[in-house]
C-alpha cells in the first residue's frame, strides 16, 4: 500500500494476530495506573456502596445512584486501586454494574442511561487495558449479551451515534481478549448484529434545489458518522470472527456474510452511493476511492478485517469465501497500490482498476 494508506492503518490502532499489545494500550496502562496510585479509595471500599444498594430491598433508586456515583468517580482518574480484590472479585462487581446500567429506569431519563453506557464503556476498556479483568467463559458471555443489547435497537433515529462507536470500541477489546470463550449462537448474533452496523442506512442520498445547503453539510455528517461506526464494527468483526473461529464457532454461512459486508462497504465508498448492497455487487464501480482521512480509516478497517477473516480457522476448520467474494475484493485491493498518490503519477496516468 502506499504511504498514505500504511499511515492511516497505523493511526487506528486496533487489534492484529500479534500477542503483544499495542502500544496504544501501555499508554493506557501507564496513565490510568499513575492516576490510581494517586489516590482514592481500594476497589472494594469503592464499589462497598453498589453491593449495598443491590442487596437492598428498596427501589432502584438508591442502586442508580450508586453506580453513578462510582462510574462518575472512575471516569476522572480511571478505575479505583485493586487494593486486595482479585481480577475474579473485580470482573464479578463489572458485571453488576453491566446489569444495573442495563436496568429499565422507570423515570425516562434516557440522558442518564446513556451517560451510564458510556461511562461503563471507559471503565470496562481501561480494566481490560490493565489487565484486571478474569476473562472466563461467564464473564466474556455476560458481557457480550450487555453490548448485543445496546447496538441492538428498534429506532435507529434514536440511535446516538457516538455512544454506539464507543461501545463497538470496547466490545473489539473484549473480543480481541476473550472472543474464544463465546458459543457458535453467541458468536452468530453478535456477527447479525455488527454487520447491521457496517452497512449505511439514512445518510441522505441526492438533494434537489433549495434542500441543498443544510441537508447537504446533515447528509455529510451523517456519512462521517456512519464511517466511523462502520469502521469500528469492522473491527469488532475482525477479533470476533479471529478468536472464535479457532474453535469452530463461526458457521460458514455467517464468515461468507462477513465476506460479503467487506465487499459492499468498499464498493458503496468507490461510488459514493447512498446505501450498500445486499451481498457482493455483481458490477463494481471504477472510480478511485476517496482519499480524505475518515475513507482511509474506514478502508484501513475493511482491509485489516479482510485480512484477518480471509483463511479464519486453520486446519480442517478454515473457513474460505467463495470466489465471487475472493474477486471483488481483489478488484477493489489493486487500486489502493496507488492510493494517496496523485493520480497522474499512477501507472497509466491513474486509471482505476487499469493499476
Partial sequence: FSPFFRN?????????????????????????SFAARAGGAPWRVAIAPVKDAARSSSSGDALRTAVRSFLDDS?????????????????????LLARAVNRPDVSGAG??????????DALVGDLLAAQ?????????????????????TDDDEKEDPRATQTSLKTLAQL????????????????????LAKVSYKKTGGDLAG?????????????????RDTARHAFNALGA??????????????????????????????????????AGAPATLGRDRPPEDAGSARLFAAATRCAHVCAGAGGG????????????????????????GLNSGSAPGGGGGDEV
Avoid at 492503518?9 to 503483544?20: F, K, V
Avoid at 433549495?210 to 456512519?226: I, T
Fill in 111 to 120: 440522558e442518564a442511561s446513556t451517560s451510564g453506557r458510556g461511562a461503563l
Fill in 240 to 277: 470476533l470472527v479471529s478468536r472464535a473461529s479457532q474453535g469452530g464457532c463461526v458457521s460458514p454461512r455467517a464468515h461468507v456474510a462477513v465476506g460479503e459486508a467487506i465487499v459492499a462497504a468498499l464498493d458503496a465508498e468507490t461510488r459514493g452511493v447512498a446505501s450498500s448492497p
Fill in 132 to 152: 484486571r479483568l478474569h476473562l472466563d467463559r461467564e464473564f466474556v458471555a455476560t458481557l457480550a449479551e450487555y453490548y448485543l443489547g445496546a447496538l441492538t
Fill in 316 to 339: 480442517e476448520r478454515r473457513l474460505t469465501w467463495p470466489d465471487e467474494v475472493v474477486g471483488a475484493l481483489v478488484t477493489h485491493l489493486r487500486r489502493f497500490f496507488a492510493y
Fill in 75 to 95: 471516569s476522572g482518574l480511571g478505575p479505583p486501586p485493586d487494593g486486595d480484590a482479585s481480577p475474579a472479585e473485580i470482573s464479578a462487581d463489572v458485571l
Fill in 175 to 194: 473480543l480481541q481478549e476473550g472472543g474464544a470463550h463465546l458459543a457458535a449462537r453467541e458468536v452468530d448474533a453478535l456477527i447479525s448484529a455488527l
Fill in 8 to 32: 492511516a492503518a497505523t493511526d487506528m490502532g486496533g487489534w492484529h494476530e500479534a500477542s503483544r499489545a499495542p502500544p496504544s494500550r501501555a499508554r493506557r496502562e501507564e496513565r490510568r
Fill in 210 to 226: 433549495g434542500e441543498k445547503g443544510g441537508r447537504e453539510a446533515e447528509s455529510r455528517n451523517a456519512r462521517s458518522g456512519a
